[in-house]
């Protein structure tokens, strides 16, 4: 069984940014690949970005590369996802999320675990 809890969701003006984290409990949080979504109400969730259980690898959503980056602590059992440049577009709530099954890191499907979100809003 894994708990997650994000935090540093906000308000923030366009072009600003934020740092999200997501910590982990257990004992085993280096074994499990990590991801971002998004959602906004109405619509599906949508991936934002994935890290490798080491952290060595990464990947994101067209929509956000070049703007947000996701790292880890392993030690600290926390990922972490940096937003920067924000745009009004990037407005929804935030989960990480533990990946279990499946090829592929974009569909949550392949997702076990969520934490409870964490609200971002940018005004333009």
């Known amino acids: 069984q894994v708990q997650l809890v994000e935090s540093g969701g906000g308000l923030v003006q366009a072009g600003g940014s934020l740092r999200l984290s997501c910590t982990a409990s257990?004992?085993?949080?280096?074994?499990?690949?990590m991801g971002w979504f998004r959602q906004v109400p109405g619509k599906d969730r949508e991936f934002v970005g994935a890290?490798?259980?080491?952290?060595?690898?990464?990947q994101y959503a067209d929509s956000v590369k070049g703007r947000f980056t996701i790292s880890r602590d392993n030690a600290k059992k926390t990922v972490y996802l940096q937003l920067n440049s924000l745009k009004p577009e990037d407005t929804a709530v935030y989960y990480c999320?533990?990946?279990?099954?499946?090829?592929?890191?974009?569909?949550?499907?392949?997702?076990?675990?969520w934490g409870q979100g964490t609200q971002v809003t940018v005004s333009s």
């Open positions: 257990g004992r085993t949080f280096s074994s499990y690949a």
């Open positions: 890290i490798s259980r080491s952290g060595d690898s990464t």
């Open positions: 999320a533990v990946r279990q099954t499946g090829a592929s890191a974009v569909s949550p499907l392949n997702y076990g675990y």
